[in-house]
């Protein structure tokens, strides 16, 4: 699977303003780097390979979620049962509530203004799709030192940018979330 990289001057007004500057592409890519020792401690590498250390844990069990400007993105407690909050975008809940399991235990759905989508496994890769139109809206490829992700900015809703990261932070994490 690969995205489109067709130009477009409104590209970045839907990526929000967590990877610094987006560029001309209605694809948003970036990394996460140097997990210490996980990806609840590591870097974003955003457009231009610009690291910030924006993810890290705290001793009480919290995992903050921070953009470029070291403004709050997202918070994750992992005391039983977890929680996520990301101010003015998702409130405060259970991360089992807002990544909800299907029964048939292939994929998880997330709900973000309205709109649904579903994270699931994509051969070796790891997708974000729109449930309505089956688009792919996020892919996330592993390798042994980092995560690569690459974003389709074209008719995301605003503030969509920020849920991708903090659920990839969820469910990379090894962490027990059900």
Not at 54 to 82: K, Y
Not at 100 to 128: A, H, I, K, N, Y
Not at 150 to 156: K, L
Request: charged content about 15%; glycine content about 8%; overall charge neutral.
């Amino acid at each position: 699977m690969s995205f489109s990289q067709s130009s477009s001057s409104d590209s970045g007004s839907q990526a929000g303003i967590l990877y610094a500057t987006p560029t001309t592409s209605n694809v948003l890519t970036f990394e996460f780097v140097r997990f210490n020792p996980d990806i609840t401690n590591c870097s974003l590498a955003g457009p231009g390979g610009v690291q910030h250390p924006a993810i890290f844990s705290t001793d009480n069990g919290m995992t903050v979620v921070q953009n470029f400007q070291s403004e709050l993105t997202g918070a994750i407690n992992w005391t039983h049962p977890a929680t996520v909050e990301l101010p003015g975008l998702v409130g405060r809940q259970t991360v089992r509530q807002w990544l909800s399991l299907t029964r048939d235990r292939t994929q998880r759905t997330m709900v973000f203004r309205g709109q649904t989508f579903t994270w699931r496994p994509s051969w070796e890769d790891l997708c974000l799709y729109d449930q309505g139109t089956e688009l792919i809206r996020c892919q996330v490829k592993r390798t042994d030192s980092f995560l690569k992700v690459q974003i389709d900015t074209r008719g995301i809703p605003q503030g969509l940018v920020e849920c991708i990261v903090v659920a990839i932070v969820i469910l990379q994490s090894g962490r027990r979330i059900d």
